[in-house]
């Protein structure tokens, strides 16, 4: 998955600015390099006393110092600005798959969980590909030039201080392949923690009206409990790793300048030379360090990463724009079964929906209703049987096409955040006529509702629609779902949250832009049912009990009259 993950971060990454970064990177740092060699020099007398009777020596000496620093600087910024180019494409890439991933894909998910991978992933991401990797490759540099210059002063020394890279490799290692598991935990009880938050703060109503607030406090704080004790344990193993490194490399530096003490006494090695092999070894320190350190963050970039190709991995939509002839728009629907996971709910269920006909659909809860308008709609593909819509098999039908040519109202008045214009210009409404919106606010008597806010219909609303009643709410959802024509509509009772009166408005109007078209509509109420040309009434189990109209029914099915009844006595 990382491999993954780099692939896409080489595809969208700007080569020629990465390359001149890099070359750019390459050349400070080999100027950092010649320095100690420079520095060691100082020592020498004779050396000392020519530079400084020759002031153009000194000054190029100087601007050579000046000059390693600022060219490494330019690379870190180049090569910075390339990761966070490529990763904002990424963000955009993923996020468009996300789009188009399959509803019963996205259902196995926790949406506070997938803006996570979004957000919090991708800052990790961010900070590995801008800051993490530049530093890495500049370290590996400067570690081999000094290995290369230390050789070049003594041989048996350089020698010795290599031991110590199989002995790091033997504690990093290990601890990071511990570190990684500790990461992945940590990321996805961050997920988890985000998508509670998120769902509770929108029904905060409901939670305060049940006065939840302690019960809530005590459910996070043990979810938090759990996330801290996981990030002690990333802390605590990092501790761990980093100041048992930093120990041996203490060690290895002190055990180096003994040796090399002692080839100064003996006059093998100058000062100036000792002095030079030194500053190789000081300047490994940070390399070292950094790279130790890198060796967390690559575990916390694997992790999340994994995280990150998961959603790539998920199921799409088909999104395929093949024009086909809908010669009518009758459904018919034959020995349908469906299940979510284990549990069936539709059972051999078959019927045959007439062309341009306003079908009611009644039963028991739990009995199907909303299963059928999702698999109408293509929310989900896995049933069993034969579905036609216009003698065209909905198989063979991508879920573009059929969510094109068909209006779907859910039963919650769900509104984006932003203003009122932009929830019903929303998606395949987006090109409707100022004419048309007029027209369908007054149909809907929101003309008035709209006049009496303080900046029209272009007032901005939260996500969760505060400031609107819930019978406005429902109101502009079917504005937003009439705005533009379609041979078919689903309605799952759309007027349940309207008063008598304004549900007659309302309903005339529906009943006005739907004429001559399929409707479906989930009904509760008498007045709904008794309008529609025909009546689906659905078993228990998911399948049909009967199908007819409303004085046939009457007559011939019980299920129809003891549902009837329990509606009068509800009312």
């Not at 750019?24 to 400084?52: C, H, R």
């Not at 180049?78 to 991933?101: D, E, F, M, P, R």
């Not at 088909?318 to 809908?326: M, P, Q, T, V």
Request: charge should be neutral.
């Amino acid at each position: 998955m990382t491999n993954q993950l780099f692939k896409l971060l080489i595809n969208f990454l700007n080569k020629p600015k990465f390359i001149l970064g890099f070359v750019l990177s390459l050349i400070g740092t080999s100027l950092g390099i010649l320095l100690p060699q420079l520095i060691g020099k100082l020592l020498d007398v004779k050396f000392l006393t020519e530079i400084t009777s020759r002031p153009n020596v000194l000054a190029g000496m100087v601007l050579f110092f000046i000059s390693a620093y600022v060219i490494r600087a330019t690379s870190s910024y180049l090569v910075g600005t390339c990761g966070s180019q490529a990763l904002n494409k990424i963000q955009k890439y993923i996020y468009s798959h996300l789009l188009k991933t399959s509803v019963q894909e996205l259902d196995t998910y926790q949406s506070g969980d997938l803006a996570s991978r979004l957000t919090n992933d991708m800052s990790i991401v961010l900070n590995f590909i801008t800051v993490v990797v530049p530093n890495l490759l500049l370290n590996f540099i400067i570690i081999a030039g000094s290995i290369y210059f230390l050789f070049t002063i003594s041989p048996s020394m350089t020698l010795i201080s290599l031991f110590i890279v199989p002995v790091l490799l033997s504690i990093i290692v290990p601890i990071n392949t511990r570190l990684e598991t500790y990461y992945n935990n940590y990321q996805t009880g961050v997920g988890e923690i985000s998508s509670r938050i998120s769902h509770k703060f929108v029904h905060i109503r409901l939670m305060k009206a049940f006065r939840g607030e302690r019960s809530e406090a005590r459910e996070m704080g043990k979810s938090f409990d759990r996330l801290t004790s996981n990030y002690k344990k990333i802390i605590g193993w990092s501790s761990f790793q980093n100041t048992l490194i930093s120990s041996l490399m203490m060690g290895f530096i002190i055990l180096i300048l003994v040796l090399a003490g002692g080839e100064v006494a003996r006059g093998t090695m100058t000062m100036s030379s000792l002095m030079t092999f030194v500053l190789y070894l000081t300047q490994m320190i940070d390399p070292i360090s950094d790279i130790s350190e890198a060796m967390t963050e690559i575990s916390e970039f694997k992790s999340v990463s994994n995280r990150l190709m998961e959603v790539l991995k998920l199921a799409k939509d088909d999104y395929r724009e093949d024009k086909f002839s809908l010669e009518n728009t009758a459904i018919n629907m034959s020995g349908v079964h469906f299940a979510y996971d284990t549990d069936n709910i539709l059972n051999n269920l078959s019927v045959q929906i007439p062309s341009g006909k306003h079908v009611a659909i009644v039963g028991p809860s739990g009995a199907g209703k909303s299963t059928i308008f999702y698999l109408l709609m293509k929310f989900y593909q896995d049933y069993q049987g034969s579905i036609q819509i216009g003698q065209q098999e909905l198989k063979n039908l991508s879920p573009s096409q059929v969510r094109q040519m068909i209006s779907y109202i859910p039963q919650d008045n769900t509104l984006f955040h932003g203003t009122i214009r932009e929830n019903l210009l929303y998606g395949k409404n987006s090109s409707v006529s100022e004419e048309r919106l007029q027209e369908i606010l007054e149909q809907l008597d929101l003309s008035r509702v709209v006049d009496e806010l303080e900046k029209g219909i272009d007032t901005g609303i939260s996500d969760s629609g505060s400031g609107l009643s819930e019978g406005q709410k429902q109101r502009f959802n079917i504005a937003r779902a009439f705005l533009v024509d379609h041979p078919i509509y689903l309605l799952d009772e759309v007027t349940a949250n309207l008063d008598s009166v304004t549900e007659s408005i309302i309903s005339k109007a529906i009943d006005k832009f739907t004429a001559g078209k399929t409707r479906l509509t989930i009904a509760h109420r008498l007045n709904t049912i008794r309008e529609a040309d025909y009546i689906l009434v659905l078993n228990k189990n998911g399948s049909v009990s009967d199908f007819g109209k409303h004085q046939q029914l009457l007559q011939r099915s019980g299920l129809y009259n003891h549902f009837l009844s329990e509606l009068q006595e509800a009312s």
